[in-house]
C-alpha cells in the first residue's frame, strides 16, 4: 500500500523531471539565439572586410591619379625645358623637375604599399567569408536539434505532467493543501527529503518532536526552509517494520 512518503517521493521525483525538462526546454532556444548573434556579428565583420578593400582600392585609384598628373607635369616641365630662354629659368625647370620626380617616386612606393595592403584585406574577406559559411552551418545544425529535441522534450513534459496529476490525486487529505502551497511557491524546490535527521534542502537538524510527526505520516514543513519533509524510503520501511 502506498503511504504518504511514497507519494511525496514520487512526487518530488515527478516535479524534479519536469524542472529539468523546461530548464532544456529554454536552453535550446538561447542556444539558437547565440549562434544567430554569432552569424550577425561574423556578417559585419565580413562586411567591414568588403568595405576596407573597397576603401583602399579607392585610396589606391586616387594615388594611381596623382601619379599620373605628375607624370604629365612632369612631361610637360621637360618639354619647357628644351624651350627655356635662359639659364636661371634652365636651372629652375630642372629643379622642380627634380622634387617631382622625387615625388613621383614616392608615390610609387605609396601605390605599391597599396596594391599589397589590398591582396592582405582580399586575404581577410576569404577567411572572414569562411568563418561566417561555418558559423551560418552551425546555426542550421543547432536549429534542427533544436527543433528534434523540442518535440521529444514536449512529448515527455505531456508524459510526466499526466503522471503528476496522477500522483497528486494519491495525496492524503491533510496533504494536498500543505503541498499545492509549498508547490505553487517553491516549485520543484518545495520538497525534501531528511537525510540523517536534516533537510535535505537546507540541512537543518530536525526536531525529535517532527521527526516522530513524520513516522506517524504527518505532514511535515521544515522550519527553516518551508520545506515538506518526506522520510527516505529505507526509513520508512523499518519504522513500518
Known amino acids: 500500500m ?25 536552453r535550446g532556444p538561447k542556444q539558437v539565439q547565440a549562434h544567430r548573434n554569432n552569424v550577425t556579428k561574423l556578417e559585419q565583420a565580413a562586411q567591414a572586410a568588403h568595405d576596407a578593400v573597397k576603401a583602399a582600392k579607392m585610396a589606391a585609384d586616387q594615388k594611381q591619379l596623382e601619379l599620373k598628373a605628375g607624370e604629365t ?43 599589397g595592403k589590398i591582396d592582405e584585406l582580399q586575404a581577410e574577406i576569404g577567411e ?6 561555418r558559423a551560418k552551418e552551425e546555426l542550421t545544425k543547432t536549429e534542427a536539434a533544436v527543433r528534434d ?21 494519491n495525496l492524503p487529505g491533510e496533504f494536498k ?22 533537510c535535505g534542502g537546507c540541512f537543518q537538524q530536525i526536531q525529535p518532536n517532527r521527526m516522530n510527526q513524520l513516522f506517524m505520516e504527518h ?18 520501511m523499518k519504522r513500518r517494520a
Open 2 to 26: 502506498s503511504t504518504a512518503a511514497d507519494t511525496l517521493r514520487t512526487l518530488h521525483r515527478i516535479h524534479q523531471q519536469l524542472g529539468d525538462l523546461r530548464e532544456r526546454r529554454e
Open 73 to 115: 607635369k612632369i612631361a610637360d616641365l621637360k618639354r619647357k625645358l628644351n624651350e627655356a630662354q635662359s639659364n636661371r629659368e634652365y636651372q629652375a625647370l630642372l629643379v622642380q623637375i627634380a622634387a617631382d620626380e622625387m615625388a613621383k617616386s614616392v608615390l610609387e612606393d605609396e601605390i605599391f604599399e597599396a596594391l
Open 128 to 133: 572572414a567569408e569562411k568563418r561566417l559559411a
Open 149 to 169: 529535441e523540442a518535440a521529444l522534450i514536449q512529448g515527455d513534459l505531456t508524459r510526466l505532467e499526466g503522471e503528476l496529476k496522477t500522483t497528486e490525486a
Open 177 to 198: 493543501e500543505v503541498y499545492f502551497r509549498v508547490v505553487k511557491s517553491k516549485g520543484s524546490e518545495g520538497m525534501a527529503r531528511v537525510e540523517n535527521d536534516c
Open 219 to 236: 505532514a511535515v514543513l521544515c522550519t527553516s526552509c518551508g520545506r515538506l519533509l518526506y522520510l527516505p524510503e529505507d526509513r520508512g
